[in-house]
């Protein structure tokens, strides 16, 4: 099965569909009239290299960049034009690029702020042991300073806080990035679950084999473009355009 040329036209079925989104940077373009889709219970990944556009698209999801033009519709809401705390509480989390914890407050203070926009404390305080189930090693720390864990925990504590948004659709910026070999394997086993849990993903990953492991579907990106859709298996058996896709080069 060959990978498409170009992602699809959003659908109104769509979680999340984009729809000729552009945004500028100044005098640059980081993203050129990108399209794509999420459904739900969907994992999909944006693959690309440095400087592909793929960070500067998850931030303009979630409402901290604004964009040109384009539209952005989130479980059929407009959301191009929000602030992040109205597109946090339509059940959108954002799991950045380098953590961003905060590094002063313990772990149980970290968790604690990203069930900021929910009012059922219940049931919060019950999906914050769940996630003490899912990260055991973030209950040993509980009461330790953030910045005090390792790259890992660190990752599995960024994780954890966004989960505690109990989101709709979870926004996933390199998780992999920096982090040992086991402590990868670590991660991308805990997506695995989460996936098996019904969790909608659109995930941001340089590890393309990881990312393509774990998606249903994926877009390639180069230069603020689509080059390349189609679906994960489809994608991995079709390593030649794949490399052109993301480097630029057969």
């Known amino acids: 099965m060959a990978a498409a040329e170009a992602g699809p036209t959003p659908t109104p079925e769509a979680l999340l569909a984009i729809d000729g989104l552009r945004v500028d940077y100044g005098a640059i373009a980081a993203v050129k009239g990108v399209s794509l889709a999420v459904g739900a219970g969907e994992v999909v990944a944006l693959l690309g290299a440095n400087g592909a556009g793929k960070s500067t698209m998850l931030r303009t999801i979630s409402g901290l ?147 393509l492991a774990l998606a249903d579907r994926a877009y390639v990106l180069r230069t603020g473009e689509i080059r390349l859709s189609g679906t994960a298996a489809a994608l991995k058996a079709d390593h030649e355009r794949v490399a052109e896709a993301y480097l630029g080069a057969a």
């Open 65 to 211: 960049v604004r964009p040109r033009s384009g539209k952005i519709r989130f479980a059929g809401v407009a959301i191009e034009r929000l602030a992040p705390p109205r597109i946090v509480r339509l059940g959108l989390a954002h799991c950045p690029e380098g953590r961003r914890i905060f590094g002063s407050l313990s772990v149980l203070e970290n968790l604690r702020l990203g069930a900021t926009a929910r009012a059922d404390r219940t049931a919060a305080a019950a999906d914050r042991e769940r996630l003490f189930e899912l990260f055991p090693i973030l209950r040993e720390r509980a009461h330790q300073a953030a910045g005090t864990l390792s790259g890992g925990e660190q990752q599995m504590l960024a994780l954890a806080r966004a989960l505690m948004a109990r989101p709709r659709l979870l926004l996933l910026d390199e998780p992999s990035l920096g982090l040992a070999p086991l402590m990868v394997q670590a991660i991308f086993a805990t997506l695995a679950s989460l996936k098996a849990q019904g969790v909608t993903m659109l995930l941001v990953e340089q590890n393309m084999a990881l990312a």
